[in-house]
């Protein structure tokens, strides 16, 4: 019963984990929409009241400009000075929020995005077995931390720190990891042949 328990907890706490950069997109989305449609109010009472697709032309507009705000905005993401803006804010302040790495690198995957921060994916046994895990840091020469994710919700799990003995390198991406842990194992046949 106990262990039921923990599954749905597990589970419900990884949907709110979900669910809540979805929602604080939506709500940028909607304020973002809102504020264009007040100041693109003024231009669009001079054009005719026209319906394009059962869409306002007010309201096409609007959508127009925040997919080129967002364009925008991602052609100067790649610019040397937004990254060390955000490496500054996730420094300073988005690194005292929990699992904020970890989601981040998690969204990239589930987005495609690559990442240069992909965490290493390592075995370690369990009184279960051997686990997938994520490598985090080196603590000295002998000990380590790594972040054992829970199936089928690997957003959440157990920080463990593990000696070096009883790490078991494997030769596969976080993607590939993360993907095999929400689908509870099925494809680690192929994904760990001649590896284990």
Known sequence: MKSILKIIKA??????LFLVPLVVLLIFLEKG??????????????FPK??????????????????????????????????????KLEDGILSFVPGYSFMKSMNENILGIESKDDLKVI???????????FLIEQ?????????????????SGSVVFVDKKDIQDIDITQKQALAC????????????????
């Open 181 to 196: 842990i929400r689908k509870l194992g099925y494809g680690s046949k192929e994904l760990l042949k001649n590896k284990l």
């Open 33 to 46: 929409y809102g504020i264009v449609q007040k100041t693109t109010l003024p231009i669009v009472n001079n």
């Open 123 to 133: 075995l370690v046994p369990t009184d279960a077995g051997l686990q997938f895990a």
């Open 139 to 155: 603590i000295s020469e002998e000990k380590f931390t790594v972040f054992i994710p829970d199936a089928p919700n690997p957003w």
């Open 11 to 16: 589970t419900f706490l990884g949907g709110i």
């Open 50 to 87: 026209i319906n394009v697709l059962g869409i306002a032309i007010q309201e096409l507009i609007g959508i127009l400009i925040i997919l080129v705000i967002c364009l925008i905005a991602g052609l100067l993401a790649k610019t040397v000075a937004a990254k060390n803006l955000v490496q």
